[in-house]
């Protein structure tokens, strides 16, 4: 692969099988051995102490001494009722956090009985319509003791304040709850496709949301910016720190652009990225994106608050990387990604199902994942000290090399005038690198167990979970009867409201809350700034 002379290769070369050399996905060439002239001087100032500057090697000097990490499941299909259900297994089970998968149509801003939607209501999540689709989700799950994190990013706003109301209604102030909303739009536009609004008046929500939970709901992580999905989409470990973070800019300058001090939405930036089976290359990656922020938020931003520099992150394991193909083999894998996390520094982590190549987890599979967190919370080491791969040649010197080369690519995304303006660019970028991982399959330069090498002719049966298609009427059922039984009348007067706020330069969630809390739907309330701000189509 030819390079550009302004920066380090961040895509693998395609060198067929036969060539002795070894590298990372990101184009990191791996040498035989390594010993002190890889890591070269002035390591310890690199490093740091454990909870200090730079945070290299965690964000908390104890780290999971102190507190493991959150264990979450992302979880949702069919309907808000079974979705609960699936809920309430999994905090039985010994889930520490809940995370909330939605299907197509609410990711879109859509309602189930929107025409576009038919097929689609509960397939790939739950559905959420209404207030009444939410309060069912959290039937019997008290939101003062857990932590939800919502998958969700152009209508991020709508179903943070469908949360919030059902909080209120059971008493939870909205200061005491905790969790997060993925609002993580421009890595739509780069990997995922699920945008509604242009850039403009998507980056408006997202800052405003900061400024609203700022004031009402304090503990709230506003964000999850998010390398998971590019990773997802094709990327290398290189391209996700540095597109990441180079997103993370956007975002940041965006709020103070809009008003904000960097000091009083710093502390509630979270991000989101994906764990591979390179166990090395991942622990360093995480290591070398935790490092790079602290230096971005101090010296970039001037942030003080020592929390604005921590890099607070989830993990999920790569379902990119599963294979339907002897599904079983998805465990092992499953199981190295978790442990790469976890020696990496995760706040959080998500562990897939082995079926997830073949549809929504089983419970046997979903119970199996989480077995896996707590085997390697209890079983594995990897929790019982600090950074378990400090101090490592080969770990110091990746961390180093996915720094530098992250570091080019967010310079160039910057000399193009950032993220918002450049997202053709870092598109293309992650299309090449996907090119690569194909072709390096293809030649079986990269191995992937069961699929292109140690082939059986047997296919191993797997009793995989399907979604009624019963659901889907039912939904429909449930929409209408939700839309005949309210004050049409005042439904509408609240979306004007909003609409007017849209031609203005006010808050969007105030009205949007008003109109929700008057039981106007995902869909309408989506409907009024879909017409006020458009639809993004991609060039």
């Not at 166990?279 to 230096?295: G, L, P, Y």
């Not at 079926?355 to 085997?375: C, H, K, M, N, V």
């Not at 160039?412 to 997202?423: A, T």
Request: net charge negative; proline share 4%.
């Amino acid at each position: 692969m030819a390079t550009r002379p302004d920066q380090k290769p961040s895509i693998a070369p395609i060198v067929g099988p036969d060539d002795e050399r070894r590298f990372t996905d990101s184009g990191i060439e791996v040498k035989h051995r390594y010993d002190a002239d890889d890591v070269g001087p002035n390591v310890e100032e690199r490093l740091g102490e454990p909870g200090e500057y730079p945070f290299t090697r965690g964000i908390h000097p104890d780290m999971y001494r102190g507190r493991k990490w959150t264990m979450r499941q992302y979880a949702g299909y069919a309907t808000a009722a079974e979705t609960n259900q699936r809920f309430r297994y999994l905090i039985e089970h010994g889930s520490t956090g809940l995370s909330m998968a939605f299907d197509l149509p609410t990711q879109l801003g859509r309602d189930s009985d929107d025409p576009l939607c038919m097929g689609e209501v509960g397939r790939t999540g739950v559905a959420i319509d209404t207030i009444d689709d939410m309060r069912r989700v959290f039937d019997g799950i008290p939101l003062a003791d857990v932590s939800t994190s919502m998958t969700i990013n152009a209508p991020a706003a709508v179903l943070l304040l469908l949360y919030e109301l059902v909080g209120e209604e059971q008493g939870v102030p909205a200061e005491a709850l905790t969790g997060t909303t993925q609002n993580d739009v421009l890595k739509e536009y780069i990997a995922r496709g699920n945008f509604i609004y242009p850039p403009e008046p998507a980056m408006r929500l997202t800052t405003d949301l900061f400024a609203y939970c700022r004031e009402r709901v304090p503990k709230w992580n506003t964000i999850s910016i998010s390398g998971y999905h590019m990773r997802e989409k094709g990327c290398s470990a290189v391209q996700e720190v540095g597109f990441t973070l180079a997103n993370a800019i956007a975002y940041v300058q965006a709020a103070i652009d809009a008003g904000l001090q960097v000091d009083e939405f710093g502390p509630r930036l979270a991000f989101f990225f994906n764990g591979h089976n390179n166990v090395f290359q991942e622990v360093a990656k995480f290591r070398a994106a935790r490092r790079m922020w602290a230096r971005i938020m101090r010296e970039r931003f001037g942030a003080k608050d020592e929390r604005s520099l921590k890099m607070r992150f989830h993990t999920q394991t790569g379902g990119v990387t599963l294979a339907a193909q002897q599904p079983h083999n998805n465990i092992v894998r499953v199981a190295l990604q978790g442990f790469a996390a976890v020696c990496g520094g995760t706040q959080s982590l998500h562990t897939n199902g082995f079926d997830e190549a073949l549809a929504l987890p089983s419970e046997t599979a979903a119970r199996i994942a989480l077995r896996t967190q707590q085997i390697l919370a209890h079983e594995s080491g990897a929790a019982d000290t600090v950074d378990p791969f400090a101090g490592s040649y080969f770990v110091e010197a990746l961390t180093d090399e996915i720094e530098e080369a992250a570091q080019a690519l967010i310079d160039r995304v910057e000399e193009m005038g950032g993220s918002v303006n450049c997202i053709p660019f870092i598109r293309a970028e992650v299309e090449e690198s996907a090119w690569g991982y194909e072709e390096r399959y293809r030649q079986k330069q990269d191995i992937v167990v069961g699929v292109n090498e140690y082939v059986t002719e047997q296919v191993d049966e797997v009793e995989i979970l399907r979604v009624d298609p019963e659901s889907e009427r039912q939904q429909l059922e449930r929409l209408k009867a939700f839309k005949e039984d309210r004050d049409q009348a005042a439904v509408d007067a609240r979306l004007e409201d909003l609409r007017q706020v849209c031609k203005s330069d006010g808050n969007l969630l105030e009205p949007m809350r008003a109109a929700l809390k008057e039981r106007a739907s995902l869909g309408e309330v989506c409907g009024v700034m879909r017409e006020e701000f458009g639809e993004y189509s991609e060039a």
